[in-house]
């Protein structure tokens, strides 16, 4: 394991030369909030800030993205015909991401890049990134990261992990990307790895809330799915989607064409599950009408449908976002409290199965 020492004072220079090989982006303040964006000329990340108002997701799965232009001018030999719309590939740094944003990166990916379907627009974006990743020393109250196969130190999706100790910070070599980004930052003097271990400990120490989990994967779909939980759960839900747009790990889009005067495009967007409009086919059908059968797909995808079918624990990280901001109070802990304590044996006595 290396570890790499990093005096804060020598910091912003180190951003800066690394301005020579990367487009830089990290979060930085947007009035009562914080966000993640490209760094200008001259701006740091600001790495004291706890958790983004949203995720980074977006730097590789844009919320609008265009994937094609084309030319409606009958004169145009190329009339009709869709083509890429030109990108920029180049290589990219995001510093300061917390690390159940990168894991959430690694369960996006599966979804983006499989043995059915590799998405060009994820994957060219994804591989021209190095991740540097921020340790969280103080969680924030609603963080359950611990419980949800992830961490304040988690390194899965990260190519290099900071860890701040005050005047200086630590930093844990992941991956060959992220050896080679500290080498172009100049960052070269050995660190305390038992300093960074420690630290490890006393931040999942601090995690104070948690999710219950152990029985999804054994309760059955259809028992989860005719619970009578429902109802309740959803009575105050408002159908606003804020839940899936805070989420690192929503990863619904709808496709549209754009066209203005003689020319249009073909654009990527972010939508959600909870929309009505989500599931209605050309016919005018909605299997999904009514909100009590959008939230409980919502949370069936996240807590039953993703570990069924991958088998890599359910599909949230605990960063807590949905819980902060949800404005009716819907909390996924207690959700996936009451989906797994279901009791399926009583369940299906119940109903005569």
């Not at 914080?34 to 001259?42: H, I, P, R, S, V």
């Not at 701006?43 to 108002?53: A, D, G, H, M, V």
């Not at 084309?70 to 690390?99: F, H, M, N, T, W």
């Not at 944003?101 to 590799?118: E, R, S």
Request: net charge negative; glycine share 6%.
């Amino acid at each position: 394991m290396k570890v790499i020492k990093i005096d804060k004072a020598e910091w912003t220079q180190a951003v800066e030369a690394l301005r020579e090989s990367f487009r830089l982006f990290g979060p930085v303040r947007q009035r009562d909030y914080a966000n993640f964006k490209e760094l200008a000329t001259g701006e740091t990340p600001e790495l004291e800030i706890q958790n983004t108002r949203l995720s980074p997701k977006s730097l590789v799965f844009p919320q609008s993205e265009t994937m094609m232009d084309y030319s409606l001018d009958k004169e145009d030999e190329e009339q009709g015909i869709c083509k890429e719309a030109p990108k920029d590939y180049s290589p990219r740094a995001v510093l300061g991401l917390r690390p159940c944003d990168a894991k959430a990166m690694v369960l996006v990916h599966m979804n983006f890049d499989n043995g059915d379907y590799q998405d060009p627009y994820w994957l060219n974006l994804y591989n021209a990134t190095t991740f540097v990743g921020l340790a969280c020393d103080t969680p924030c109250r609603t963080c359950f990261c611990t419980t949800a196969g992830c961490g304040p130190y988690h390194e899965e999706g990260l190519d290099l992990l900071l860890s701040d100790q005050g005047d200086h910070y630590l930093a844990k070599v992941i991956t060959d990307k992220g050896e080679a980004l500290a080498d172009k930052a100049g960052w070269t003097t050995d660190g305390d790895a038992k300093a960074m271990v420690d630290a490890s400990a006393a931040a999942e120490g601090k995690i104070t809330a948690s999710i219950e989990t152990d029985r999804l994967q054994a309760l059955g779909t259809l028992d989860l799915h005719g619970a009578d939980f429902w109802e309740d759960i959803s009575f105050s839900c408002i159908n606003c989607g804020t839940c899936t747009f805070v989420c690192p790990t929503c990863w619904c889009f709808d496709i549209q064409d754009e066209v203005y005067g003689k020319k249009g495009v073909r654009m990527r967007n972010w939508d959600s599950c909870m929309f009505p409009i989500f599931t209605v086919h050309t016919t005018g059908h909605n299997p999904r009408d009514t909100k009590l059968a959008r939230l409980r797909q919502r949370f069936m995808h996240k807590l039953k449908y993703f570990v069924d079918k991958y088998d890599k624990g359910i599909m949230c990280v605990g960063c807590g976002r949905c819980v902060q901001q949800c404005p009716v109070n819907i909390d996924i802990r207690k959700v996936s409290q009451t989906m797994n304590s279901l009791d399926a044996e009583n369940f299906c006595a119940v109903q005569g199965e």
